[in-house]
């Protein structure tokens, strides 16, 4: 697996992973969204065994220990099952989302 990034906006990046076990044999694409700024925010903390690969090509454009907004459209291992990580890695970052997806930390 890899990670692919792409600018889709001024500042704005999306990072494309592949995993072809998933729905095989077409395989199955994660995307997560990166939106640089002042204060920077990450939608969607991706699979936990993800993490490693997308904090990676994070790191291509930011430092990861600079992301303020971490946030997902649902509470489900694919969009937020590395919260936990990134929190860890970006001490000053906090969950934004409804108080039902708000379970942590």
């Known amino acids: 697996m890899e990670t692919r990034i792409d600018e889709i906006g001024d500042g704005i990046y999306c990072f ?3 995993v072809p076990d ?3 044999p077409a ?3 994660f995307n997560q ?3 640089v700024g002042e204060e920077p925010l990450l939608f969607h903390a991706g699979l936990r065994k993800m993490f490693p690969l997308v904090s990676k090509a994070v790191s291509r454009i930011m430092p990861v220990q600079d992301l303020r907004w971490i946030t997902f459209g649902h509470y489900e291992a694919d969009e937020c099952g590395a919260m ?3 929190l860890a890695v970006a001490p000053n970052a906090q ?3 409804g ?3 708000c379970w942590c930390r």
């Open 16 to 18: 494309s992973t592949y």
């Open 33 to 35: 969204f990166l939106v």
């Open 99 to 101: 108080m039902t997806g």
């Open 84 to 86: 936990n990580e990134w």
């Open 22 to 24: 998933i729905v095989p």
């Open 27 to 29: 395989g199955f694409t």
């Open 95 to 97: 969950v934004a989302h």
